[in-house]
């Protein structure tokens, strides 16, 4: 896209910027136009239209930019570089997943538990992504001991990144590992956001998620279930007794998952609890003594 095609003023600015969205697919056009016009006047997104003024060459430049990317379904957070989680801002980057609102989800039942975690509670976040549920966690409890791993350096540099930022980067420790590989201490509170989506899937997903996000994060084998059942299997060798398990699984893995965490180890509690669009969402554990 031109830039000598962008009007210079905000107000219509923000209508060619929603068109385009709007034209390409995009659901929320003109709240994302906002954000991304926001974004190039370095403002809030209330005062895109309140200003006076013109837009320069060089901000109508980055506009076609971002809106052509943005109608090619790049996915907003990675234009703008960050993505709200909670009641803080994450940094995030190509390659590296995009926390979603389920997650927040996860989170809030994680921080939830905390308070009755016991003091310097060791806290395992597999496959941090941008680190959101292990920062989450660190901002919940200062006490809290947090191993953050994931497969991808580059999305452990992002999520090293955010903790820093965010001031709890001492408090968190990052390794690459596959699931439990370079883990081998027990926790009081493993949470996990795996890959979940069927394989057969994803080509059906949004093209922000299927062309743009990390298949990696995505792609839980032929049924969506087999990393699930993986962490499942490996986690009473990493839980002390009456340490917790939170997963997210996807929508209608429930029973399945339910029925083969049963048949791994005895769980004092077990159950799946829905996401706020009631949908199937959260697996939660509790293992019990070994007998
Ligand atoms: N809910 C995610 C999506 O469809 C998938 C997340 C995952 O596999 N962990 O975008």
């Known amino acids: 896209m031109q830039q000598g095609n962008v009007p ?8 060619w910027v929603g068109d385009r969205l709007s034209r390409a ?6 709240r994302e136009a906002r954000l991304i016009l926001a974004h190039v006047m370095g403002c ?3 005062e895109v239209t309140a200003r006076d003024g013109r837009l320069d060459f060089e901000q109508r430049r980055l506009l076609a930019e971002l809106a052509g990317m943005r109608c090619k379904r790049y996915p ?4 703008l570089g960050y993505v709200g989680f909670l009641d803080f801002l994450l ?27 016991p003091q310097g509670a060791r806290v395992l976040d597999i496959g941090t992504g941008t ?6 966690l660190a901002r919940a409890r200062d006490d809290l001991r947090v191993v953050a791993t994931d497969t991808s350096a580059w999305a452990l540099r992002c999520a090293w990144e955010n903790a820093w930022r965010l001031g709890v980067a001492e408090r968190i420790q990052f ?9 081998p201490e027990r926790f009081h509170l493993v949470v996990a956001n795996p890959p979940y989506v069927p394989h057969q899937k994803i080509p059906e ?5 299927a062309v743009w996000e990390p298949r990696a994060a995505l792609d839980g084998g032929e049924k969506g279930t087999e990393v699930l059942r993986s962490i499942i299997a490996e986690a009473p060798k990493h839980l002390e007794t009456r340490g917790w398990l939170l997963c997210e699984i996807g929508h209608g893995q429930g029973e399945e998952l339910l029925r083969f965490a049963k048949g791994v180890v005895n769980w004092l509690e077990l159950r799946v609890e829905e996401d706020l669009a009631g949908r199937e969402r959260y697996l939660i554990g509790c293992l019990g003594p070994m007998t």
């Not at 210079?8 to 209508?15: K, M, N």
């Not at 697919?25 to 003109?30: D, I, P, R, W, Y």
């Not at 995030?92 to 809030?108: D, K, M, N």
């Not at 997903?205 to 998620?209: A, F, I, K």
């Open 205 to 209: 997903l949004p093209p922000e998620v």
């Open 76 to 79: 907003l957070p990675y234009l």
């Open 175 to 183: 390794r690459v590992s596959d699931l439990f590989e370079a883990v």
């Open 91 to 117: 940094c995030v980057r190509p390659g590296v997943f995009i926390p979603r609102p389920e997650t927040e989800g996860l989170a809030e039942l994680a921080v939830e538990l905390a308070p009755t975690l």
């Open 8 to 15: 210079e003023s905000p107000a219509q600015a923000l209508r």
């Open 44 to 46: 809030e997104p209330a």
């Open 131 to 136: 680190g959101a549920l292990a920062i989450a």
């Open 25 to 30: 697919g995009v659901t929320s056009s003109l």
